[in-house]
């Protein structure tokens, strides 16, 4: 009988990694370290190239970059309206644009075959849910094109509940439930009622409730949902749990720079 010993590093060379490393990715993004973001998503690709996930989260690098850069990424922004209201278009960096649109690109097609496989693909599907959700922000905060940004939000939404039938422990589903909710509950009440006539939710308990499912048990986005969750206790004027949050944040990301600020900004 030979022994399988010499076998062993050509193996361990060539085993796909751990999802620690996919996780890995999405804590240097959170922690501004985009560059080094893209190396771990890049070679989590290398090892899986037909995961949707990979190129999909690549490309939310890309989009919290230019976020990032064009300090949208505070929530001072999000506690002031006029930011979303206003038609003037941002300048985003045509080269990062070009590779979220090749990574999205990317996604698509390895969304497309894995669900034409099995529609219930639950990896796929939370890759669909991200990619919606990552257009939308992007063409919502960057582009300005709030009709496209409703759409794929909505579209979202249903894409989320598709897959929580899936898998109802994917917990990061619920962020795109609760965001539309939030959000556009943050509307005034004419705008509501077209919102909800053109099918969008706007439910804002109902936001909240399913934002504090992905803070607590969420797994990719769980940071962004508690980022959400400061934002709406700092709209509410509930400065000690805005406060709260974004020293968990903090600590939890020394890196990122933004959490910090907003905490100094609230002494």
């Not at 909505?154 to 795109?176: T, V």
């Not at 400061?230 to 000690?240: S, T």
Request: aromatic share 8%.
């Amino acid at each position: 009988m030979h022994s399988v010993l010499p076998l062993l590093p050509a193996l361990l060379l060539t085993a796909p990694p751990a999802p620690v490393l996919l996780e890995s990715g999405y804590r240097q993004m959170y922690n501004l370290e985009f560059d080094a973001a893209h190396r771990t998503f890049a070679e989590w690709i290398q090892h899986r190239p037909e995961d949707p996930l990979g190129p999909v989260s690549d490309a939310a690098a890309f989009l919290f970059s230019e976020l990032d850069r064009l300090h949208i990424l505070q929530s001072e922004f999000f506690l002031h309206d006029d930011n979303f209201r206003t038609s003037r278009r941002l300048m985003p960096d045509p080269a990062a644009r070009h590779s979220f649109e090749r990574r999205l690109a990317d996604a698509g097609r390895l969304i497309d075959q894995a669900l034409a496989r099995d529609p219930k693909d639950a990896n796929a599907l939370l890759a669909q849910v991200l990619l919606l959700g990552l257009r939308s922000d992007y063409d919502g905060l960057i582009e300005k094109k709030y009709l496209s940004s409703l759409s794929l939000t909505k579209a979202g939404r249903a894409a989320a509940q598709r897959l929580l039938e899936a898998d109802p422990i994917c917990y990061d589903a619920w962020l795109a439930i609760g965001v539309e909710n939030y959000l556009l509950s943050l509307k005034p009440l004419p705008v509501r009622w077209f919102l909800q006539l053109n099918g969008n939710a706007t439910d804002r308990d109902l936001g909240i409730e399913k934002l504090k499912i992905t803070a607590e048990k969420g797994h990719y986005l769980k940071p962004f949902a508690k980022l959400m969750l400061a934002v709406a206790a700092l709209r509410d004027k509930d400065r000690a749990r805005g406060a709260a949050l974004l020293r968990e944040l903090s600590y939890e990301f020394p890196r990122n720079h933004l959490y910090s600020e907003e905490l100094a900004r609230l002494q």
